[in-house]
């Protein structure tokens, strides 16, 4: 192959992979997308405040620990907001909820998933969050009970009772609950993989010193055989 085609080959190929495919559930439902970024300190930032005051009552996200919160750049919260955060819980331990399995059975019939790599989990990953969360609705067959109707959850019975108000909230409302919905989803695609950025910029550093590196070799060889006929 000649190099020209391959640098072709090569540049589609990269184009392939970034390209992203409309995202559905399990279930194949069109999923509503959610305007996140996973580098974004301010949207993870406002998610974590979400996941503690919102998620937490049920759920634990225990391979993130308390240090990570200040570790990971893309938090960096002070020892000291972190300290709030983690009242009696050691700096090294996961973010766990108060809420017991079994009370958890004994409310709301399953026990609530950890969140940490749910993300990833899940087809569609901080669309499908997003689209649960804001995907409560009023059954148009009446059969399963508000609260535990959702559009986006496969089988539409989901267990969880609308932890961010959705169902009939006011109109006025619909913004801010997009918002921290988009947030929260935000903040759980990140720690799902939380070295992500990190692996991304030294992906890019990599890919760059090859391609001048293929450039270097190419004008090389160029040079080392103009003299012989070929
Ligand atoms: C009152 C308890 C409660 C709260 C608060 C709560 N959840 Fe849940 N959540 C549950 C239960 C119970 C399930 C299991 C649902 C099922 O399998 O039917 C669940 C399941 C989920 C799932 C998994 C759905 C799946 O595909 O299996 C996600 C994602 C989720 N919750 C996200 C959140 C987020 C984000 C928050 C905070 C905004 C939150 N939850 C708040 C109880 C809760």
Request: glycine share 8%; aromatic share 10%.
């Given at each position: ?172 409302d619909t913004a801010q609950i997009e918002k921290d919905s988009q947030d929260v989803a935000a903040f759980l695609a990140f720690i799902a ?38």
């Amino acid at each position: 192959m000649k190099l020209k085609q391959l640098l072709v080959a090569v540049g589609a190929l990269s184009v392939l992979s970034f390209a992203q495919s409309a995202s559905a559930n399990e279930g194949g439902i069109e999923l509503k997308h959610a305007e996140i970024s996973v580098t974004d300190q301010a949207q993870i930032r406002r998610g974590l405040t979400v996941f503690t005051d919102v998620c937490m009552g049920c759920h634990s996200a225990t391979y993130v620990t308390y240090k990570g919160l200040i570790d990971y750049p893309e938090i960096g919260l002070t020892r000291e907001a972190v300290d709030e955060l983690r009242g009696d819980y050691a700096l090294t331990e996961g973010m766990r909820t108060d809420l017991s399995a079994e009370d958890a059975k004994g409310s709301y019939g399953k026990v609530p998933p950890d969140l940490s790599v749910i993300a990833y989990a899940r087809k569609g990953g901080a669309d499908y969050i997003y689209s649960v969360l804001t995907g409560f609705e009023h059954d148009p067959k009446g059969i399963i009970p508000d609260g535990n109707f959702n559009e986006y959850f496969p089988g539409h019975r989901i267990a969880m009772p609308d932890p961010m108000g959705w169902l009939d909230h006011d109109k006025e409302d619909t913004a801010q609950i997009e918002k921290d919905s988009q947030d929260v989803a935000a903040f759980l695609a990140f720690i799902a993989d939380p070295h992500q950025n990190q692996r991304r910029a030294i992906g890019c550093w990599v890919l760059g010193f090859l391609l001048l590196l293929t450039l270097v070799l190419w004008r090389l060889k160029v040079e080392v055989w103009k003299d012989v006929k070929h």
